[in-house]
Structures are given as structure tokens and as C-alpha cells.
């Protein structure tokens, strides 16, 4: 009998990875595919406008999907960030490292689309709002995770010091979304900038729902190309390593 | 243990005093920043009074990440930073009384410069108080906090910008509270508001004051293997 940490060792096992996530990506693409495009038909056909907002409400079914996913995928990194500074599992770094540029792609699409969204709505391109404020820092955050792991040429250096970082993060993300709470209150009245509108019909439910659940499989795919393409580039690394070694 | 960390702190003091460049260019930094921002706002006397905090605070900030590059790099480059790992101080003490020299050096020279730049903004002199408070409580996390960064780029080319790249979203809660404390002194707010926003500021560094020594004893010892 295998133990529970066993098991997840034999995952950790590169070649393995390589052989599983090798017949998963496919499928899972087809699938993304599918569940996108009937996300993408309610979102953008089949659904009413807004009585409040108008057509502009469709931004919402690609922005909440994308602000969902920011934090979604921040936590895998820390989870991965974890497993690869406690285990060492050589995978779990590579997905932090792979997660890393996919969470950031979606919180700047999250900021993009609210900008787009806050024009016609708010008035205005940006506000310092609590929570786009928090957002941008979330973002910030990301940012310096990738330049650390840029810096640093040798992959295997980058572990520690990039699991740290993306764990500290992890910690203060809740604080700084507080504090920007605590300063937003202080500042301008929330209810300014809280939309009253309508609690979520059903028939804007079901675009939603099915495009968060597109957007998740989206970034899964994505996560396991990266992945591979990271665990490829670090075997030639090591390759042309031994070779000029000789 | 206690006489060993005691040792570190003074043979920091004593570098700080003696080889210059650290705490003194801070201070420099701090009254350029503030002049030059004042220069760009413009001479408004009210309107400098209404964000002297802000202006204040984020010139403290950026002032303290100006030395956060030394913190580690030097020790690690001659090799002191191993000799302090073999020896009897566990790392997370040795970046614990790093951080805290730090502070020694940089956030309380400013905190004492503070004041002076106050006069040139025209802060209210009923807002010296709070603010001066707010510095003295919130400047130990930006020494911790900083450790962190410091720790994870000290083997890193040109790892001073990066640290600080690293380190300023983490700032981000002790500058809310920092001004948050001050400001309320400004719009005249009871006391109670003004010290809601000191005891965050006092939990937010106590919170890293914890994190600070632990995470930048993993950096470090990710640079020492």
C-alpha cells in the first residue's frame, strides 16, 4: 500500500508529470473551448441587458470571472510555494513559477475590463477605490514575483527565495485588503461607489457561473502548458550544462 | 544568546557610526525628497498643510528603502554573513538584530528629522503629535518588512531596486495607518478615530516583527548554500 505522501510523491516525479499532463492537455483544451463558448453565447446573446446598466453589464461576465481567478491563482502559487519549500518537489515550483504570469495576466485583465466597465458607469477611468486599489497591489505583487524570478538565472537558486516572497505575499494580501478597506471608509463614502443594483437574476447567473467555470479550465490548461514547457526548458538547461562541462 | 545578539546590534552601530553612508544619507534623502516635492506642488501654504502627512510618510518610506541594500549584502560579500550563520545565533535572531540596527540607524534618525520637515510643510502644530506617534510606531515594520526583501535579493545583481519592488506592496498597510492617524488629527476627528488607526498601525507591526526575522532567514539561507 502507497501512503498519501507517496502518492503525491510519485506526481512529483517529473517524467510522470510529463506522461500524465502530456494526455490531459487535449481533452482539457476541448473542453475549455466548449464551456467557453457557450459562457461567451449567454454572456454576449442569450442574456438581457441590465435595466441599470445597459449593454455595459456584459463586461461583467468576463470581469468577475477574471478578479475571481487573481486571487484563485495566487493561492495555488503559495499552495505550490509551500509544497516546494517544505517537500522540495521539484513540480511544485515549476507551477509556481508557471502560475505566476497567468495570475497577473488575469488581474490586469480584471483592472482593464473595470476601467472599461467604471467610464460609462463611474465617470471615470479610475477611482481609489477599496477594491481597485487592492486589486493594483495584487498586481504589484505579482509583478515582483516574476522580476524576482527573472533575476535569478539558476531555476533551482530561485526556489527558496520565490516561495518566501509568494508566502509572505500570501499573509499580507488579507491585510492590505483590510487596511485599504479601513482607508477607503475613511476617505469617501462607500456607498458612492457601491452599485444597488438588482441581487443577480438567474439569467445572468448561468452566464457567470459558466464562464468562471471556463475561465478556472482555461487557467488549468494554460497552467499545464506552461508547466511542461518550463520542466522541457529546464531539462535542456541541464543538458547543454553537461555537454559544456564536457 | 542575549550578550551575542547584544554584540551583533553594537558592531552594526559601531559600522553604521564609523564607515558613514547609512543612517546620514537617509536623513539627506528624506529632506531632498520633501523639498522637492514642495517645489512641485507649489508654495500653497493650506494646501501643503493638508498633505504634509502623506508627503511626509511617503518620503520616510522611500527613505528607508535607500539603505535596505546594505542590510545583508555587505556581510554576505566578505564573508561575515557565514561566519554569523556558524556560529551560535540561530539566522532568524541574526536578521531579527539586523532589522532592528537597521531601525537604529535609518527609521529613527528620521523619526527625528520628522519634525523639522513638519515646519517646512506647515504641518498644524496640533498634528505633530499624532504624526511623530504614528512614525514612531510604524517605522520598526519598515526595517522587518524590509529585512524580507533584502534577504530574498541579496545574492541578486543590482538587488537594491528589486528589493525595493518586493518590499513597497507590503508597505502599503503601515502607510495607511501611519497617515490614516494623522489625517484624523487634521479633519479635527475624536481621539478614539486617531487611535483605532494607531493600534492597526501597532498591529501591523507587530505582525511583522515576526514575519520580518523568519522569512528573511529563509531568504538567507537560500544565499548562503
Known amino acids: 500500500m502507497l501512503t498519501a505522501s507517496q502518492r503525491l510523491q510519485a506526481f512529483a516525479n517529473p517524467t510522470r508529470f510529463m506522461a500524465l499532463s502530456g494526455r490531459l492537455v487535449a481533452p482539457l483544451g476541448v473542453l475549455t473551448a466548449a464551456v467557453m463558448a457557450v459562457g461567451l453565447y449567454f454572456a454576449l446573446f442569450a442574456s438581457p441587458p441590465d435595466y441599470q446598466q445597459g449593454e455595459t453589464v456584459r463586461i461583467m461576465y468576463i470581469h468577475v470571472p477574471s478578479a475571481w481567478l487573481s486571487l484563485f491563482v495566487y493561492s495555488v502559487m503559495a499552495v505550490a510555494s509551500g509544497v516546494a519549500l517544505v517537500f522540495r518537489h521539484p513540480i511544485a515550483d515549476v507551477c509556481a513559477k508557471a502560475a505566476a504570469p497567468i495570475g497577473a495576466a488575469f488581474t490586469f485583465l480584471a483592472l482593464v475590463t473595470g476601467s472599461l466597465w467604471g467610464e460609462p458607469m463611474w465617470g471615470t477611468w479610475w477611482v481609489w477605490d477599496a477594491r481597485l486599489t487592492s486589486v493594483l497591489i495584487l498586481f504589484f505583487i505579482y509583478l515582483g514575483y516574476m522580476a524576482l524570478r527573472a533575476t535569478i538565472d539558476d531555476p533551482h537558486a530561485a526556489t527558496r527565495p520565490a516561495a518566501v516572497l509568494a508566502l509572505v505575499g500570501f499573509v499580507n494580501v488579507p491585510i492590505i485588503h483590510y487596511s485599504v478597506n479601513w482607508w477607503n471608509t475613511l476617505h469617501q463614502p462607500a456607498s458612492v461607489f457601491r452599485i444597488d443594483g438588482p441581487t443577480v437574476a438567474s439569467s445572468m447567473l448561468v452566464p457567470l457561473m459558466t464562464l468562471a467555470v471556463g475561465f478556472t479550465l482555461f487557467f488549468v490548461v494554460m497552467l499545464l502548458v506552461r508547466m511542461r514547457a518550463e520542466v522541457l526548458r529546464r531539462r535542456v538547461r541541464a543538458m547543454s550544462l553537461r555537454r559544456a562541462e564536457g | ?225
Open chain 2, 1 to 225: 544568546m542575549g550578550r551575542a545578539i547584544a554584540a551583533l546590534i553594537a558592531r552594526d552601530l559601531r559600522l553604521a557610526v564609523r564607515a558613514g553612508g547609512g543612517g546620514g544619507m537617509a536623513v539627506f534623502f528624506f529632506l531632498i525628497t520633501v523639498s522637492v516635492v514642495a517645489v512641485g506642488v507649489g508654495p500653497n501654504l493650506s494646501l501643503l498643510a493638508q498633505i504634509a502627512p502623506g508627503i511626509l510618510w511617503v518620503a520616510l518610506l522611500l527613505s528607508s528603502l535607500l539603505t535596505l541594500e546594505r542590510l545583508f549584502q555587505a556581510d554576505l560579500e566578505d564573508g561575515t554573513l557565514d561566519l554569523l550563520a556558524m556560529g551560535p545565533l540561530p539566522l532568524e535572531a541574526i536578521a531579527a538584530a539586523k532589522a532592528f540596527s537597521h531601525w537604529l540607524t535609518t527609521g529613527l534618525p528620521l523619526l527625528v528629522a520628522a519634525p523639522l520637515l513638519g515646519l517646512l510643510l506647515n504641518l498644524p502644530v496640533n498634528v505633530f503629535p499624532p504624526l511623530i506617534l504614528s512614525m514612531a510606531i510604524g517605522t520598526p515594520a519598515l526595517s522587518f518588512l524590509g529585512a524580507i526583501g533584502a534577504a530574498l535579493t541579496v545574492g541578486v545583481r543590482r538587488g537594491g531596486l528589486l528589493a525595493s519592488l518586493l518590499v513597497v506592496p507590503f508597505y502599503v498597510p503601515v502607510l495607511i495607518f501611519g497617515v490614516g492617524a494623522a489625517d484624523e488629527a487634521i479633519s479635527g476627528a475624536p481621539p478614539g478615530v486617531m487611535l483605532q488607526a494607531l493600534s492597526l498601525l501597532g498591529a501591523v507591526t507587530l505582525a511583522s516583527l515576526v514575519i520580518g526575522p523568519v522569512a528573511a532567514a529563509a531568504g538567507l539561507r537560500a544565499a548562503l548554500k
